[in-house]
């Protein structure tokens, strides 16, 4: 993979020209996109663009956030060649940092679980996972060193594990949702797929003029909780192995780690998950449904037919248990600084029929606290497999900061 | 004015055909919007759509909406011409509760303070108010029955005061914002205009399919705060006399009125309001100020430029503030049912210079809650003014029936 941070470091000392930093990736692409899949376009003559933090480093963006000069179909094609007016703020926020976007990555259609073709760049008899596939693809397989994608269930920590990339899916709104295609206004937040946790940093500190985002030089050890989310179902060998080694990686270079149980509220949070979702996602792509049902994706069409009569009073019962959820957090937080848990149920799946199962990221986008996927182990078949940290809503420089210390306790 | 819930009843009993209450609708535009411009566009050959409770109710839609049929151009040149692929969910909503979208109606540029050239319906040499001022002038005005707005200051009931309207911006999201042009996503929130409270619950109850929002066919008398929101500066003496009539018509019909001072909190949340609109208005708008800057319209302009430099920091703590502002609304709620206050600060202001001020719509917006517009007097030269109740967070129902309590206590 290609470090952000590293590429700064250089291009700041003058032993890399940002122009290219940049023309480094357009190769990266022309040899290894076709392979793999994980663009939808992409700009040949990418050039770096403006001055800032960011100036040299080529983006890549997930096919629902709008983009001025490159066309956003929604991985559907109801938005064959629609081209928006304007780029999604998070989209000019970049630029503003002297990013250069690159083009525009793979979506499952909607951002929802039809697959999209995008191979796992470690193994491509393996999905790369979704929404975010082009994405996680691209940054795992070394192309770009940052790419935006989004969670609505796991679409960014999931793929990320999968395709062995650092992710951060920051605090619900630190970065806009506006300008991406909604699925779900109470769940959707744009995240960030990059090579290292440092790289992450840097990477949203820029984007949303956070210095205090940066990592300290020295990052304390945290007080870990370790969650396994039973009530999100079994898990996979390879995720058990990973959760085990992190935690153990982490207590000997001087974490606290416990293993903390979850309050039943948590379960029930978890459970309505789907309920706000599917609600909101009917409302969200009403026009979609309605005049354009025969071509929705079928998985997407499918879920939606099924979760049609979902009464408001049942949508309004979820959210007040996700408030009762969110407060009870705060409980959860005195005890330790961060948790940590599965970032997927296990090794990329085989084969492109599904990008794998969102479980055990649901409750953590519900709750709208930052989770970071630390690339923890490799599977057999050469298969990446994360973890996920959490830290509380808000704390996303902690979360940065803790998952720095772990993912260098993960190399000694 | 056009009563809603009046063509719905005459339609059910076969008195008038669904299509004779759109034809009336056109009718009415031919006449009256020459002189009013209270549309962008319209369709002169529109017909009874679909089936459900709307069905022969013709909409006119703020054109910072997104239409997949109308032109969307946000009352600026940047966006002229620009057509979106879909309609914004809250359309297809009214789509499918069997609407007929009539048209666009005129919005300040990026429903900010610039004035269109709308005219007050009721004195032509004064203000519809803004940024809604299509919506309000042609409700306002007796073209349509109903009228999608967007306030994210005090953009539907301030100028639902000025035109006479009833008016409700409901709980913070009880409408999606989705396709929606973003001003600020913790403020921005979808409203309605129509020609009385019932008119205003029925048009609610049906986007949403929400039955309990329909009025009780006796409103109870409620336990009325009333506010005066003096840290929001002084009002002239038309809104003065109409918040002491509605208070007083109240009463007599046996209504609980108190007045009820609000703790500190609340003049604190009310001032951090501009802090958290305009910190993210610079995120939302981030393409057009970075890209089209010249063609920005001037007062925003204005606005954007001297408020550059809110520190990330300074914005967190705004948010903390409402949370804590929100929080206390608790405590106030269990003195009263609802609270009542001042719409706007006075009669609509002479001339097409501004919209007029958002001060008193500010707090509300920010705390979520559901504000109802009642239209009270009219004031010398023909001038509406109207009051505002309030009821907590999710409690639209509850607020439009006590709504509906003193709109008849003032007939009396």
Redesign the interface.
Known sequence: MVSLADLQRRIARGELAAEAAVARSVQAIAAQDKAIGAFVCHDPEARAAGQGPLRGIAVGIKDIIDT?DFPTEMGSP??RG?RP?????V???L??AGATIIGKTTTTAFAATDPTATLNPHNRAHTPGGSSSGSAASVGAGMIPLALGTQTGGSVIRPASYCGAAAIKPSY?LL???GVK?FS?TLDTVGLFAAGIEDLACGLSAI???PELLLPALPAAPRIGVVTQDFAGEVEAASIEALQLAARKAELAGAGVRALPLPQVFADAWRIHTTVQQF?AH??????Y??RYDEMPPILRGRLDETRDIA?AEY?EALAIAAQARAALGAVFEQVDVLLTYSAPGAPPKGLDSTGDPRLNRLWTLLGTPCVNIPTLVADGNLPVGVQLIAPY?SDGKALAAARFVEQALKR
Chains 1, 2 share one sequence.
């Open positions: 001025a109801i938005y629609h007016r304007a780029d999604a703020p989209v000019a926020m630029r503003r709104r806009p949702t506006v909604c206004w949303t003029g956070r909101e409302q969200a792509l009403a026009w979609e309605r005049e408001p309004d808000g």
